[in-house]
């Protein structure tokens, strides 16, 4: 049964044409197609030439948007002595040791990032199966597990993201809000594409770009010049 589209929808469906729209058309067109009730997120939902059932065509790693995420970052950590002065005078929303672990395994939820200390980590891994499916459980490559808390804290809060593709290759990404300029947005989107060619998985062979598309939370799809994002000089997003 083909599910029928609300007005709202096929009125902003019939605004995106099917073509590559250049990185500034397509972040202006992104805000004109935002009509929610809500703050929509901008997202980027990016199609790579990798099969990540391999080890080393996996792709997971951070990227420090330069005009934030819009979002109030609420930052849980978990440490031992010092480090849980260190953690609250940096500025942590939580923070706690080993009671900590115990009240998110009572069902404690209340912070989008979560932050440890290499030493507590044996610890912190009995939360695999509850923190591993909402994308919270720390790990060295997403720069969660460290004993530097203060830049960790500092850098979240300011707009660093975690990411990984999915298991079909894609990387499903939130870098900003709807209500930020188009040149903001560039901004991130220019930092997440370089971020990705930074990162490229040693085992990634052929093309490794498949697809760009931006939206709204809940606008259409519009899929963006992925040679014109490339080559766009960072002086120019600025």
């Given at each position: 049964m083909t599910k029928k589209l609300s007005r709202r929808i096929q009125a902003l469906?019939?605004?995106?044409?099917?073509?590559?729209?250049?990185?500034?058309?397509?972040?202006?067109?992104?805000?004109?197609?935002?009509?929610?009730?809500?703050?929509?997120?901008?997202?980027?939902?990016?199609?790579?030439?990798?099969?990540?059932?391999?080890?080393?065509q996996q792709l997971r790693t951070t990227v420090v948007l330069p005009k934030g995420t819009g979002q109030t970052v609420r930052v849980a950590v978990i440490a031992r002595g010092e480090k849980v002065t260190e953690a609250t005078n940096a500025g942590a929303d939580?923070?706690?040791?080993?009671?900590?672990?115990?009240?998110?395994?009572?069902g404690r939820m209340d912070f989008d990032?979560?932050?440890?200390?290499?030493?507590?980590?044996?610890?912190?891994?009995?939360?695999?199966?509850?923190l591993g499916p909402r994308g919270l459980m720390p790990s060295p490559k997403g720069g969660t597990v460290t004993f530097d808390l203060g830049s960790a804290i500092a850098e979240f809060k300011a707009g660093k993201l975690e990411?990984?593709?999915?298991?079909?290759?894609?990387?499903?990404?939130m870098f900003g809000k709807v209500s930020f300029s188009p040149e903001d947005l560039l901004v991130n989107l220019k930092a997440l594409q370089e971020t990705i060619d930074r990162n490229r998985p040693s085992g990634a062979?052929?093309?490794?770009?498949?697809?760009?598309?931006?939206?709204?939370?809940?606008?259409?799809?519009?899929?963006?010049?992925?040679?014109?994002?490339?080559?766009?000089?960072?002086?120019?997003?600025?």
């Open positions: 469906l019939e605004k995106v044409e099917d073509r590559d729209y250049t990185p500034i058309e397509a972040l202006s067109l992104l805000k004109e197609t935002a009509t929610a009730k809500f703050p929509e997120a901008a997202e980027a939902h990016i199609r790579l030439g990798i099969d990540p059932k391999y080890t080393d939580i923070v706690g040791s080993e009671e900590l672990i115990d009240e998110i395994q009572k990032k979560l932050i440890a200390t290499p030493d507590i980590m044996p610890q912190v891994a009995k939360l695999g199966k509850l990411f990984r593709a999915d298991r079909t290759g894609i990387v499903h990404v062979k052929g093309r490794y770009w498949r697809t760009v598309y931006v939206s709204a939370t809940m606008g259409p799809s519009i899929r963006v010049d992925i040679n014109g994002l490339r080559d766009l000089k960072l002086t120019e997003a600025a």
